[in-house]
């Protein structure tokens, strides 16, 4: 699998945006961006995944860049709730059942300030 | 829908002892996976199985380690003998289908005297 980078922490405020970048230079056309998070003492939760296109649920956005070389995690509004460590993963979509596993990074660890 | 389940969420275990990790996934998944996170480390993934069938055991530690999914009943991963490096944060993973997201657990912590 192709490796990601990620920030190792970053900070926000309550009620604001935040923006977690994930760069994977070395994506192949077919892996899937996916986030995880992790709250703590929790088990991970999938977040969000697209391949090419923006993608929006109701937990968060997923931007990815034209090149497909970088993309971003956008939480609307931060809550408290919302402080965990974040995981961006590439899974290659055609390999087959052996790559199913989810191979975790050090992630991004989020602190939200009140 | 029940989410994914696992017992003990806690369990102690003394040197040599064997350690029975359970995992019931959710229903209508049968893919399920089995995941371990070392103190103050990233989560690390250990074995993939569908009902009855090992698929990708890439990531567990060629002895004491073993893991089965049968056709009835939850998903075990059993560590015999264990040691105090066995201490650790397992979490298991359930999903749909091959390409589907993945369900995790709460985990069951391991602690080992």
């Known amino acids: ?114 | 829908n029940a989410g994914v389940m696992q017992n003990p969420r806690h369990l102690v275990r003394r040197r040599g002892q064997e350690a029975r990790l359970r995992c019931s996934p959710m229903k209508g998944h049968s893919h399920v996976y089995w995941y371990r996170q070392l103190p103050e480390e990233g989560l690390k993934f250990m074995v993939y199985l569908q009902k009855e069938n090992i698929i990708d055991e890439s990531g567990m530690p060629k002895e004491r380690f073993s893991a089965e999914f049968p056709k009835e009943g939850p998903s075990i991963l059993r560590i015999q003998q264990v040691v105090r490096g066995d201490s650790a944060a397992y979490f298991c993973a359930s999903s749909r289908g091959s390409y589907n997201e993945q369900f995790f657990g709460p985990g069951t912590r391991l602690t080992v005297l």
Request: proline share 5%; aromatic share 6%.
């Open chain 1, 1 to 114: 699998d192709a490796k990601t980078t990620q920030p190792n922490s970053m900070e926000s405020n309550e009620e604001e945006p935040v923006h977690l970048p994930c760069n994977h230079s070395t994506i192949s056309g077919t892996d899937y961006i996916h986030w995880y998070r992790q709250l703590p003492s929790q088990g991970p939760e999938y977040v969000i995944h697209g391949l090419t296109s923006n993608v929006n649920n109701r937990m968060a956005s997923l931007a990815i860049a034209e090149d497909r070389k970088s993309s971003t995690l956008i939480l609307h509004r931060a809550t408290l709730r919302d402080a965990a460590v974040y995981y961006c993963i590439l899974r290659d979509a055609v390999s087959g059942g052996a790559t199913n596993k989810l191979i975790f990074g050090t992630g991004t660890l989020l602190a939200v300030q009140p």
